[in-house]
Each structure stands twice: as structure tokens, then as C-alpha cells.
């Protein structure tokens, strides 16, 4: 994901994206990530990395 028009791009101690803007932020929640295993769907560890204005999920 790719932002413009914010003033800083961080990731706080849960693991949340925090997009400051102004005068308050807006939070994108951790990602969740899920595979089917032998038609079993699990959970797979995931999170953002963020690099500039780029948020991805890794």
C-alpha cells in the first residue's frame, strides 16, 4: 500500500501500521494471514514493513 499526503508512516508495538496525519492518526489493524493445508485453513505469521511512504505486508 502506498500513502501520500501524510506526515510520518510507523508501525507501533502490536504491529498496527500508524499513518499520522495532522492532528490525529488512523491505525490500518495488523495484518491476518491465513493458507489451506490439506483444506485446513491456518493461520500463518504476518506483518507490515514499512519503507518510506510504502506499507507491505510480508
Do not use: C, R, W
Not at 1 to 17: C, P, V
Not at 24 to 43: C, F, G, M, R, T
Amino acid at each position: 500500500m502506498a500513502f501520500e499526503g501524510h506526515d510520518k508512516l510507523t508501525l507501533n508495538e502490536e504491529g498496527n501500521a500508524v499513518i499520522s496525519v495532522k492532528t490525529s492518526d488512523i491505525i490500518l489493524s495488523k495484518p491476518n494471514s491465513y493458507q489451506n493445508i490439506n483444506e485446513i485453513k491456518a493461520q500463518v505469521n504476518s506483518k507490515y514493513i514499512v519503507s518510506d511512504s510504502l506499507a507491505t505486508n510480508q
